[in-house]
C-alpha cells in the first residue's frame, strides 16, 4: 500500500514537473512568440483562406462570442446526421446499428461541450467511422474551443483597456496545431507500443483458459484515449473506459493517461501568470486549486485503502482496500487518484467504476464536479474559478468599504449579477435534475415517453440517490463518468442529462468572457494603497472559503440525502 501512494505521488510530480514548461510554451503560441512548432504556420494560413478567415481581424466579446457559439451549432448537426446514420456508413466491421435520435442527440451534445457522457457502450454502439469522425473529431475541437475561450479572457487582462479578445479561429486553430495534436500523438505512439489497439480490422475471436471462445473488439483506438484524456474529454473507445486491458494495459499506461488528463489544464495557470506578466496571480490560483485537490483525495484515499467496514464485519480480508470494482494492476489508491483527478478536472473517465466507491468517495468525486474549478477542463477551469474570482472581490469590497476592483477595473452590479447567476445555475440544475428523477421514481409514474422510472435503479434507497445526483452533477460539470448502476439510455434521460449539458457548458464559458470582455473596455484605475491586491495568498484563502461556502450552502442537502446518509447506514 505504501508503494501504491508513493507512485500517485511521483506522478503528481511528474504532471507538474511537465506542466510548468508547457505553460511557458502555451504562453509563446498565443503572445506570438517563435516556438519550436512555428513549421506548422503554413498549414495554419491554408486554413485561413480556405475558411475565408482574416487572421489578423481582431474581435470583440460579442464577437468572439458569436463564433464560437455558430461554429458549434455546425457541429451539432454534423455529428448527429452520421450517429443516426452510421449503420449506413462505411468503417462498420462489427454491423453495429444506427443510434436512435434521443441517444444521438446525447451523444453529439455529450461530446460536442466536452463531457463525453456515454449512454452507450463504446465498442457496440459506435462504428469506426462514427468513433473517428464525430467523436475524436469533436474531442480536439471541444477541447480547443475551452482553449480558444480561455485566451480570449487572458487577452481581456493582459491590457489596461482593450476592446479586443483577439480572433476566436486564429486562438482555436493554433490550440489545435500547436498544442492538441502534437501531444496526442507522441501520447498515442507510447500507448500504441504498450498494447493499445490501432488496426482497422473487426472483433476478434480468442479461447480463454477456461475453454470459452469470447469475441474481443479492437479498433483504431490509440488516438482517440491519447486526445480523450489531453482534452480533459473523457468517454472511451471501450464500454469501460479506461479500466478496459486494451485502452489501459498497464501501470505505466495508467501513469501516462494521468499526467495526459491534468497537463494542459495544470499548464494554463502558469500560462496565465506569464501571458499577463502577473506570476503571482497564477501561483496563488495554482494555490487554491491544489489544496482543492488534497481536500478532496487524502479522504478518499484513505476510504478506499481502509475497505468496507460491513465486508471486515464479516471476517473478509480487507487488506487491498475496498477493491470492487476497481483493477488489481492498479490497486485502491491509484484507483481513488483517478477517480478525484477524472471528476475535479472534468475529464470524466474511469479506472474503476465509480458506482463502486464508498460512500464518502463518491461525495468527494460529486464535490470535485459541484466545484469544477480546481484546474477544471481545458481553459473553463480557470474560467469557472474567476467567477468565484469576482464574487471574492465583491465581498472582500463590502468588507473593507471600498468599491471592488478586479485587475484596474471596477466591477459594477452588472458583472456580479452575472456571476450570482451562473453560480445559481448550477445548483438549479444538479438539484432540480435529481429532484426531477427522484419524484417519478418515488411515484413510479408510468410514462408512454420513457422506460417505467422504478427500472432505472439497480441500488435502492440512498444510493440509488447517489446515482441520480451523480449524472444530474456530471453532465452539468460537463464530466461524464458516472455511477453506472443507473439505467440511462432511455429519451428521460437523454434529453433531461442533454439540456444539462448545453446549459452548463455555454453559459459558465459566455459569462466569464463576457465579464471581462466588458470590464476590459472599462477605464483603466491604477493601484493604489487602497487598491485590493488579487494576487495575494490571504485574497487566495478568501476565494478559497467563497467557495466552500458557495458549496456547502448550495449542496449540502442533496449529499446529506445520498452519499452521506449512506455512509451512516453501513458505519
Known amino acids: 500500500m505504501n508503494n501504491e501512494i508513493i507512485g500517485v505521488i511521483f506522478i503528481y510530480i511528474i504532471t507538474l514537473a511537465l506542466a510548468i514548461p508547457l505553460g511557458m510554451y ?7 512568440q517563435k516556438t519550436m512548432l512555428g513549421f506548422m504556420a503554413p498549414v495554419e494560413n491554408f486554413i485561413y483562406r480556405v475558411c475565408g478567415i482574416k487572421p489578423g481581424e481582431p474581435m470583440n466579446w460579442k464577437q468572439f462570442l458569436k463564433a464560437m457559439l455558430t461554429i458549434n451549432m455546425l457541429w451539432f448537426v454534423y455529428g448527429f446526421l452520421l450517429l ?5 456508413l462505411p468503417m462498420n466491421p462489427d454491423g453495429n446499428p444506427a443510434q436512435t435520435g434521443d441517444l444521438a442527440f446525447n451523444t453529439v451534445i455529450s461530446f460536442m461541450v466536452n463531457c463525453d457522457l456515454q449512454h452507450y457502450s ?4 459506435l462504428t469506426y467511422l462514427t468513433q473517428l469522425f464525430v467523436i475524436t473529431f469533436l474531442q480536439f475541437v471541444s477541447a480547443a474551443t475551452g482553449i480558444a475561450a480561455l485566451i480570449g479572457v487572458f487577452n481581456a487582462l493582459k491590457e489596461k483597456t482593450t476592446n479586443s479578445l483577439g480572433n476566436f479561429w486564429v486562438i482555436f486553430t493554433k490550440s489545435i496545431t500547436r498544442i492538441l495534436l502534437p501531444i496526442s500523438i507522441v501520447i498515442a505512439v507510447l500507448l500504441a507500443f504498450n498494447g493499445t489497439p490501432t488496426s ?3 472483433k476478434d475471436s480468442i479461447v480463454t483458459l477456461q475453454g470459452d471462445t469470447v469475441s474481443v473488439s479492437r479498433g483504431p483506438a490509440a488516438g482517440m484515449v491519447a486526445v480523450k484524456h489531453l482534452g480533459t474529454n473523457g468517454g472511451g473507445w471501450f464500454g469501460v473506459n479506461s479500466a478496459h486491458p486494451l485502452e489501459n494495459p498497464n501501470y505505466f499506461t495508467n501513469a501516462l493517461e494521468l499526467v495526459a488528463q491534468m497537463i494542459v489544464p495544470m499548464a494554463l495557470i502558469f500560462a496565465l501568470g506569464i501571458y499577463i506578466k502577473r506570476r503571482k496571480f497564477s501561483y496563488v490560483i495554482f494555490g487554491v486549486m491544489s489544496l482543492g485537490l488534497l481536500c478532496l483525495l487524502i479522504p478518499t484515499i484513505v476510504y478506499e485503502i481502509n475497505g468496507n467496514p460491513l465486508l471486515t464485519q464479516l471476517g473478509i480480508d480487507q487488506t487491498a482496500g475496498a477493491m470492487e470494482g476497481k483493477e488489481v494492476r492498479f490497486g485502491a489508491a491509484a484507483s481513488g487518484y483517478w477517480s478525484i483527478v477524472t471528476t475535479i478536472i472534468s475529464t470524466g473517465s474511469v ?3 465509480h458506482d463502486s466507491s464508498m460512500p464518502l468517495s463518491g461525495m468527494m468525486q460529486m464535490l470535485g464536479m459541484m466545484v469544477n474549478a480546481f484546474y477544471g477542463g481545458c481553459g473553463v477551469g480557470i474560467l469557472n474559478y474567476l467567477i468565484y474570482v469576482i464574487i471574492a472581490v465583491f465581498i472582500s469590497g463590502l468588507m473593507v468599504g471600498r468599491t471592488p476592483e478586479f485587475m484596474g477595473h471596477k466591477v459594477e452590479a452588472r458583472e456580479i449579477k452575472l456571476a450570482a447567476f451562473v453560480t445559481l445555475l448550477s ?3 444538479i438539484k432540480g435534475g435529481a429532484a426531477l428523477a427522484a419524484y417519478f421514481v418515488a411515484h413510479h409514474a408510468e410514462m408512454a415517453w420513457a422506460v417505467k422510472p422504478g427500472s432505472w435503479l439497480n441500488n435502492p434507497s440512498y444510493h440509488g440517490f447517489s446515482e441520480m445526483l451523480y449524472e444530474f452533477t456530471s453532465a452539468t460539470a460537463n464530466n461524464g463518468s458516472g455511477f453506472e448502476g443507473l439505467g440511462d439510455n432511455n429519451i ?5 442529462t442533454g439540456i444539462a449539458l448545453i446549459l452548463g457548458r455555454f453559459l459558465p464559458i459566455i459569462v466569464p468572457v463576457a465579464i471581462m470582455g466588458i470590464l476590459a473596455n472599462k477605464k483603466f484605475i491604477p493601484e493604489s494603497a487602497g487598491t485590493l491586491r488579487t494576487d495575494s495568498w490571504t485574497f487566495g484563502l478568501m476565494t478559497f472559503a467563497v467557495i466552500l461556502i458557495l458549496t456547502a450552502l448550495s449542496f449540502f442537502p442533496a449529499l446529506a440525502l445520498g452519499p452521506i446518509a449512506e455512509y451512516f447506514s453501513i458505519k
Open 26 to 32: 502555451i504562453a509563446k503560441v498565443f503572445s506570438g
Open 84 to 88: 443516426i446514420f452510421q449503420d449506413k
Open 122 to 125: 463504446g465498442e457496440s454502439g
Open 200 to 202: 482497422y480490422d473487426g
Open 351 to 353: 479506472n474503476s467504476m
Open 427 to 429: 445548483a438549479f440544475l
Open 492 to 496: 428521460f434521460w437523454n434529453i433531461s
